[in-house]
């Protein structure tokens, strides 16, 4: 576990890693060998002690020591559902040295045969009140860093013996070949674009060959359309994209993504025609979540073929996944065939996204961590823990 006095170097990137040995003493012709040689420990090979790193003298790891960490977040819970589904609920410190309330952040693995999705959070909360979103009733209570993204990435892999390094362990569900996490979507609480710069900076050292080294097409953004940071987006990170759409006319996508009042669909709509060119990458992913009776008729099909005409897109179809409290119900199967299938027909390919985790509340829209912002009164009397379990179904 992280100490709150220590500054971690998950997270820090060449220019800044530089910058952190240059304060410990290390010389200039020294620092360009000794970044290589972190990065390479601290991401390719997740290690998370410096005495691990065997080829920096015994002197740079004790003053390492002294004054950095590469500590994980305090695992409070883990939960594993019966599909092989796994929700940690991760506790981090401030990992860059400042005091402050530790916060809650849950991370979602979701194992198929070709492939592991580790599902990110980047924020504590959110600041959007998107109507169906669980998260979206948690008061925003902080951005997360970029140590703090990156670390929930290695603190997964930790768990999931996922390092090059690890010991096999027989429990684990995982894909049939490669790494178990070969896969990163920005899906988890928070809206990743209102956190851009951490978001870019973790990001980047993911995908970073000599870092983590995820291919770009294993990336995903997921917005609700934050539409002035999708061209920088696409120009500085250059990831895959999925924008939350789950509404064809702004009347109901106001109502649904409140965002939509300030960044209205059409606006959202010429974002996203020009990030597959700049970007560089085939289409960009449309997610529409199945609202029974509110968005879901044959209608509302055909107007988002119109509205995504001339976009190279995919259509993920979420089935509504419900929470404590929610007011919509889950469109019908047969509904929601129908819909999947006026979209294909259409020349779209449109999956229908299967539920994973359901039972250990992991699936889409139903994260949410008990963190809040302590309250004045619960400063000065002392009780503003700010953290506690996560809300179960
Ligand atoms: N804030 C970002 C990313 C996190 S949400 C965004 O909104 O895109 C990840 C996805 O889950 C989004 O498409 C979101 O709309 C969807 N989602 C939220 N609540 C849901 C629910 N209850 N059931 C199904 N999907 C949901
Ligand atoms: Fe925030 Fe995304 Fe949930 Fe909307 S759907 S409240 S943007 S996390």
Known sequence: MSQPNLISLVGQNREQLAVSLASIGVSES????????LYHWIYERGVSEFDAMLNLSKSLRADLNAKFTLGRPEIVEEQVSVDGTRKWLFRFTRSDGTAGQPVDVETVYIPEPERGTLCVSSQVGCSLTCTFCHTGTQKMVRNLTSSEILSQVLAARDRLADHPDSAIDPEIIAPHSGRKVSNIVMMGM??????????????????????MGFSRRRVTLSTSGVVPAIGKTAREIRCMLAISLHAVDDELRNELVPINRKYPLKKLLEACR???????????????????????????????????????????????????????????KKQINRFANYLIDRGFESPVRTPRGRDIFAACGQLKSASEKPSKASLRDGSGEGHGVVELG
């Open 190 to 211: 928070g809206e990743p674009l209102l956190n851009f710069d951490n978001v870019k900076n973790a990001l980047l050292i993911a995908l970073d060959d000599t870092a």
């Open 30 to 37: 020294q620092v360009r060998m000794r970044v290589n040689q």
């Open 274 to 332: 020009e990030y597959p060119e700049i970007a560089n990458c085939r289409r960009i992913t449309f997610e529409y979540v199945m609202l029974k009776d509110v968005n879901d008729s044959l209608e509302e099909a055909e107007e988002l073929v119109r509205l995504l005409q001339g976009i190279p897109a995919k259509v993920n179809l979420i089935p509504f996944n419900p929470w404590p409290g929610s007011q919509y119900e889950c469109s019908s």
